[in-house]
Nanobody
Framework: QVQLGESGGGLVQTGGSLRLSCAAS????????MGWFRQAPGKEREFVAA???????HYADSVKGRFTISRDNAKNTAYLQMNSLNSEDTAVYYCALGRYNYGLASSGTGDYSDWGQGTQVTVSS
């Protein structure tokens, strides 16, 4: 069974940046997709970004141009660089490991089989 651990969350001012990390252990990291999702209070969990084992990326429209997802397969770690943060980015951020190795960078929660505990990101004005 894989274990995922997120880090790098915190409090940041509007316009600031944060870099989230997600370390995986217990299962081969590649060739599965890695995804980042977030959930704000009172809202459903939503897709943020995903990356295939070969580096193909997919972003939600709300973060495109501001967030960058990447992965280091040798380190079993995925990253989410978040720039130009605003209050709407406030949420708990979760990383997830893909269920399949189709290389689709899926945005669907059902396509991910393992989830981290989440890390809080709070953007203050």
């Amino acid at each position: 069974q894989v274990q995922l651990g997120e880090s790098g969350g915190g409090l940041v001012q509007t316009g600031g940046s944060l870099r989230l990390s997600c370390a995986a252990s217990g299962r081969t990291f590649s060739p599965y997709d890695m995804g980042w999702f977030r959930q704000a209070p009172g809202k459903e969990r939503e897709f943020v970004a995903a990356v295939t084992w070969s580096g193909i990326t997919h972003y939600a429209d709300s973060v495109k141009g501001r967030f960058t997802i990447s992965r280091d397969n040798a380190k079993n770690t995925a990253y989410l660089q978040m720039n130009s943060l605003n209050s709407e980015d406030t949420a708990v951020y979760y990383c997830a490991l893909g269920r399949y190795n189709y290389g689709l960078a899926s945005s669907g929660t059902g396509d991910y089989s393992d989830w981290g505990q989440g890390t809080q990101v709070t953007v203050s004005s």
